[in-house]
């Protein structure tokens, strides 16, 4: 499924909607920790989908909403703000963490 979203409120709640309730943070020790503090390792996580949104008055106040998946199935939301993003730990931490390859079958086309 490809989803635009239009701010960082709305991709939040249609994500919860679709079953990514676990909230994700990312901390100094380049782990991603849920709610209830269990710590996930790049190796612990897939991404699902992101989505990239600029500041509402300049591009320069960048924000990430990740959906995540992580090794006990649980699905999750991790939102990472500018300077984060920029963080060598944090682009070191994201490099590891795997993709879902998206599966798209295209329409046939018609015999016409």
Same mark, same amino acid.
């Given at each position: 499924?490809?989803?635009?979203?239009? *701010?960082?409120?709305?991709? =939040?709640?249609?994500?919860?909607?679709? $079953?990514?309730?676990? /909230?994700? %943070?990312?901390?100094?020790?380049?782990?991603?920790?849920?709610?209830? $503090?269990?710590?996930?390792?790049?190796?612990?996580?897939?991404?699902?989908?992101?989505?990239?949104?600029? !500041?509402?008055? %300049? /591009?320069?106040?960048?924000?990430? &909403?990740?959906?995540? /998946? *992580? %090794?006990?199935?649980?699905? $999750?939301?991790?939102? &990472?703000? *500018?300077?984060?993003?920029?963080? $060598?730990?944090?682009?070191?931490?994201?490099?590891? &963490?795997?993709?879902?390859?998206? %599966?798209?079958?295209?329409?046939?086309?018609? !015999? =016409?």
């Amino acid at each position: 499924m490809i989803t635009n979203y239009k *701010d960082i409120a709305e991709a =939040k709640t249609k994500l919860i909607h679709r $079953g990514y309730n676990k /909230e994700y %943070t990312f901390d100094i020790q380049n782990k991603c920790c849920r709610s209830n $503090g269990h710590k996930f390792s790049p190796k612990d996580l897939c991404i699902i989908e992101y989505h990239r949104f600029q !500041g509402a008055k %300049t /591009e320069t106040n960048p924000s990430i &909403v990740i959906a995540l /998946e *992580d %090794t006990f199935s649980n699905k $999750g939301i991790l939102i &990472v703000h *500018d300077p984060i993003i920029k963080s $060598g730990s944090f682009i070191n931490f994201l490099e590891k &963490v795997k993709i879902k390859l998206r %599966t798209h079958v295209p329409k046939p086309m018609s !015999g =016409k």
